[in-house]
């Protein structure tokens, strides 16, 4: 027998449909055919009778009305409309068997009556799917239903690649935030460097202040002495001028130093992984937070396949022409960074080697960086030579205290270099020129070529004296920080008494220097054997 059903348009279960067999009771008994709450037991009664299907009322007191009208006895025909009772519950009759009316009025005669409700969703496309393929070729189902799965995997799709997009934009901006902040303490770094410049400089302009009022003073005290105190009076000014004299040289002396030589002194730039014998470079293990982890000796955790960025160490130092065939004199720990550090050592005793991904230098007064290679190492001592292509360039070579007596405990020197890096470079140019730098990028690499560019590479000079000197050390007193490694040390005559390669904050704030002497055995290297890196 054909399909029979009633739509439920209205009342307590508006939007459903219950399938027919027949005989088939409508009424609010449990277990009925067709149970509608709130209307009789047993209202109706739907049957087949010498091939009709007919509507019987079951004697209710509500009565049953079909197309508005009350009934006892009818026959139903497809899209009948049956209430039970006055402005009762409706139901709809659909009689598949009888001739199909079109598909748009079908899915109107499944559109229960009043507004639109979210819980009707499911029901119209019940309809839609029932109406459609009782009215369609196998071939055209199988065409619909394809669409409808590319349909549903193309809706997928676009759920996935926007739920990964928005991941992106999180991520994203979750770098710019990063960078920003990085920015921000860049900035706050590059002004910590020049409030402290300016609080030296002042620092040394107070002492001169207070050497000229007590050279004044002694002058009035020389002039009202009596015959018997002006002896002493001529020593103590005799001491103030001194002193002052003194103070004024050690002024002028980082702007003479700077003026003859600075321009030999480079600020290196470097960085390196750690690649294994394919070539695969070591990578950051992340946290939940997408942060690098450390271990418990506070290196790096690190993995070949993991989604974390290569593993990069990038660092400052200085160095400075000796020789014009190219040869820069610097630190060992500058020319190979892994050397002496143990968590570089740990991961190469694992088999992984270290490889330069930048090592160049930038000299004051030259716009491009000059790549640097290896030449020879130091086996005894902090230093090593590096090799230049200086491109005809006239860069001034910085005099050595062949003597070996240049060094001498309680006389100034001067230091050049780059300590405290970028930022001290960028505390000496116009606020205006450094936000512009750092608008384009806070990466070491780019700032410095940026500031080569605008001709903003220039060492800076610090002042002091030396405290002590041992076979393997000159101990002095100038400032420096990280960045000034590698640096010349210089006596009051010009000459490189000394390589800077530590500080201690700790003892005194004093510095450390590897004697000059060790650098001219390492510009005299062995016969037959030729340094490299």
């Known amino acids: 027998m054909a399909q029979l059903s009633f739509v439920h348009l209205s009342g307590p279960r508006r939007g459903e449909t219950d399938e027919l067999r027949l005989p088939a009771m409508i009424g609010s008994d449990q277990g009925l055919e067709v149970m509608v709450p709130g209307i009789a037991p047993r209202h109706a009664l739907v049957f087949e009778r010498d091939g009709e299907i007919v509507l019987q009322d079951g004697g209710s007191d509500l009565g049953t009305f079909l197309a508005g009208e009350p009934v006892q006895e009818a026959a139903l025909h497809d899209g009948d409309v049956l209430e039970l009772g006055p402005e009762g519950p409706k139901l709809r009759f659909r009689h598949e068997g009888e001739e199909r009316v079109p598909l748009l009025r079908a899915l109107l005669w499944a559109r229960p009556e009043g507004a639109i409700q979210l819980s009707d969703t499911t029901g119209f496309l019940r309809a839609v799917v029932r109406e459609t393929a009782s009215r369609t070729s196998r071939a055209f189902r199988f065409i619909a239903i394809g669409l409808v799965v590319a349909g549903g995997l193309f809706l997928a799709w676009t759920q996935w690649q926007a739920h990964r997009l928005g991941a992106d934009v999180a991520r994203l901006r979750e770098a710019v935030r990063r960078a920003?902040?990085?920015?921000?303490?860049?900035?706050?770094?590059?002004?910590?460097?020049?409030?402290?410049?300016?609080?030296?400089?002042?620092?040394?302009?107070?002492?001169?202040?207070?050497?000229?009022?007590?050279?004044?003073?002694?002058?009035?005290?020389?002039?009202?002495?009596?015959?018997?105190?002006?002896?002493?009076?001529?020593?103590?000014?005799?001491?103030?001028?001194?002193?002052?004299?003194?103070?004024?040289?050690?002024?002028?002396?980082?702007?003479?130093?700077?003026?003859?030589y600075g321009p030999g002194v480079c600020l290196v730039q470097g960085a390196y992984a750690f690649y294994d014998a394919s070539a695969h470079p070591l990578r950051y293990k992340l946290d939940g937070d997408g942060r690098p982890q450390r271990d418990n000796e506070g290196c790096y955790a690190l993995d070949l396949a993991g989604p974390g960025p290569v593993h990069t160490v990038d660092y400052l130092g200085t160095g400075f022409l000796v020789d014009r065939r190219g040869l820069v004199l610097t630190n060992r720990h500058v020319a190979e960074p892994w050397w002496n550090d143990s968590c570089a050592e740990a991961v190469m005793n694992t088999g992984f080697k270290p490889r330069f991904t930048l090592f160049r230098a930038f000299f004051p007064r030259e716009r491009e960086a000059f790549e640097l290679d290896v030449d020879r190492l130091s086996e005894t001592v902090d230093l090593a030579l590096v090799r230049v292509n200086l491109k005809g360039k006239r860069i001034p070579v910085i005099p050595l205290d062949r003597s070996g007596k240049g060094a001498v405990a309680g006389q100034p020197v001067v230091v050049v270099g780059y300590p405290a890096g970028l930022e001290a470079i960028l505390a000496k140019a116009d606020s205006a020129v450094v936000k512009d730098i750092l608008a384009a990028g806070t990466s070491s690499e780019r700032v410095t070529e940026a500031l080569a560019r605008k001709g903003l590479i220039r060492p800076s000079t610090t002042q002091g004296h030396i405290g002590d000197i041992t076979q393997t050390d000159i101990v002095f007193d100038a400032p420096t920080t990280q960045g000034g490694s590698g640096g010349p040390v210089l006596n009051k005559s010009g000459e490189v008494i000394a390589v800077e390669y530590a500080v201690l904050t700790k003892f005194g704030g004093n510095s450390f220097g590897v004697p000059i002497g060790y650098s001219l055995e390492l510009l005299r290297p062995p016969k037959g054997k030729a340094g490299g890196r």
């Not at 002004?191 to 003073?217: K, P, W």
């Not at 020389?222 to 020593?235: M, N, T």
Request: glycine content about 4%; hydrophobic content about 30%.
């Open 180 to 260: 920003e902040a990085a920015q921000r303490d860049f900035h706050e770094r590059v002004e910590q460097e020049r409030r402290r410049s300016e609080a030296e400089r002042q620092a040394l302009q107070a002492r001169i202040e207070e050497a000229r009022q007590r050279e004044d003073e002694l002058k009035r005290q020389l002039g009202e002495a009596s015959p018997g105190q002006a002896p002493s009076v001529r020593d103590e000014l005799a001491a103030a001028r001194e002193r002052l004299v003194s103070l004024e040289s050690e002024r002028t002396a980082g702007e003479r130093v700077i003026r003859e």
